[in-house]
């Protein structure tokens, strides 16, 4: 049974009759562009094949009723603009919050009975509380007969979500990855105005997520110290922003260590994203894996969000893949997945190679997935 298919059934079981609908919206691997969003960078996502599935109906009254079908069928109700935040934060916190900001934008989102389904692995990076968001503005749009929001007013409702009801001060990759990517694309989004390029990827090449099996949350205040540790960058350099800051400035001014290293991560890591969308456009495999090396040193080293493990992972990864391609780390850090671009065709070996190298953690079997270049139907 497919997983759309499974939260219909999941729907009738718990409010007993058929949705009106379901929507869906996926997760998203970062390629390139680490903590750059909120720096005013440019930033690589793609989305992914797992995500997230909200059946719904309408109900009138502005009244929601909520099941999350793989947190052990966890509920939630209450009446739309009367809600405050959950706390301790959890998938309630988007479900209150995305309805609320969106709202207080001026679009539609109606009372509804809503069945909720994830396939992305939570705590791994990929995103799944930007693609719960995005899930959950489409259904209560659709239960209010509007029509739709366009992708970058919903995106900003669902990081005003994370902001205000979950406590995360995230930037805007992840939202716009979700609500405006193209599966089996990349999408080269600059973080500035919000600007939009599609980036296909050779029909040849394959994206390979492996987690690592650390899990990571970001709202353990690592995320938001590196982002204040930026802030005082840009004070101390009297820039608008680190996009605006080049590497010599970066490294001729008066700045603390650490946040001269954190300067330095942004820095250098939004050139290479840059890097990254040309070597990608003249399909040069080992170009954009040596971006990919150097973008996972930074990360470890400037921005220190890796952990050994991950560390672990990258280098086994980095070596089967061999000279064409490469791998590093994807999403906030401090745990999850990593992110290698390969040939197609090394899929198998690499993989298989990969099961004799690396053992996560606990011990539990690897989680392999592969995304193919032109996308596939939801799981
Ligand atoms: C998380 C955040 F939500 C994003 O905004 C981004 O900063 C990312 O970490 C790191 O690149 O996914």
């Known amino acids: 049974m497919t997983f759309i298919n499974k939260t219909r059934e999941g729907f009738i079981r718990t409010f007993g009759h058929e949705p ?26 793609m989305p992914i094949s797992a995500g ?8 009138g009254g502005g009244r929601i009723d909520a099941i999350a079908l793989d947190l052990d069928s966890a509920r939630d109700a209450f009446m739309l603009g009367e809600t405050a935040p959950h706390q301790p934060a959890d998938w309630r916190s988007y479900l209150r919050g995305m309805p609320a900001e969106m709202a207080a934008r001026g679009l539609a989102a109606g009372g509804a009975k809503l069945a909720i389904a994830g396939s ?3 705590g791994s990076g990929l995103s799944s509380s930007a693609s719960l968001c995005i899930a959950l ?12 929001a366009s992708p970058r007013d919903l995106a900003r409702a669902a990081q005003a979500a994370e902001h205000n009801w979950a406590g995360v001060h995230c930037g805007i990759m992840d939202q716009m990855a979700v609500a405006a990517g ?31 099996g650390v899990r990571r949350g970001l709202v353990d205040g690592h995320y938001n110290q590196r982002r204040r540790d930026c802030e005082v960058a840009v004070a101390a350099l009297a820039v608008p922003s680190l996009r605006e800051a080049s590497l010599a400035l970066v490294e001729a001014a008066d700045l603390d260590p650490v946040v001269r290293r954190r300067a330095r991560h942004v820095v250098t890591e939004i050139a290479r994203t840059e890097a990254a969308v040309a070597a990608i456009g003249a399909g040069d495999l ?15 080293d ?3 969000i890796s952990v050994p493990a991950v560390d672990a992972l990258v280098a086994s990864l980095t070596a089967v893949i061999g000279r064409e391609g490469g791998a590093r780390m994807t999403g906030g850090g401090f745990g999850g997945a990593v992110v290698a671009v390969l040939a197609a065709r ?34």
């Not at 997230?52 to 109900?59: D, F, K, L, N, R």
């Open 182 to 212: 193209e599966a089996g694309s990349a999408l080269l989004l600059d973080c500035r105005d919000l600007a939009t390029r599609t980036v296909p990827l050779p029909a040849d090449w394959a994206v390979l997520i492996v987690q690592s």
């Open 120 to 122: 992305i692995p939570r």
């Open 346 to 379: 090394e899929v198998p070996r690499v993989s298989a190679a990969l099961r004799e190298r690396y053992r996560t953690p606990d011990g539990a079997p690897l989680d392999i997935r592969h995304e193919r270049a032109g996308g596939l139907p939801p799981e």
């Open 137 to 148: 503005g489409r259904a209560v749009q659709a239960a209010a007969s509007a029509p739709p």
């Open 302 to 304: 400037d921005f220190e």
């Open 20 to 45: 009106d609908g379901v929507v869906f919206a996926p997760g998203r691997v970062n390629l390139i562009g680490e903590h750059v969003d909120y720096n005013d960078g440019l930033v690589l996502p």
């Open 286 to 300: 080992a170009a954009l894996g040596r971006l990919f090396a150097a973008s996972h040193a930074s990360m470890r």
């Open 52 to 59: 997230t599935a909200v059946a719904w109906s309408a109900q």
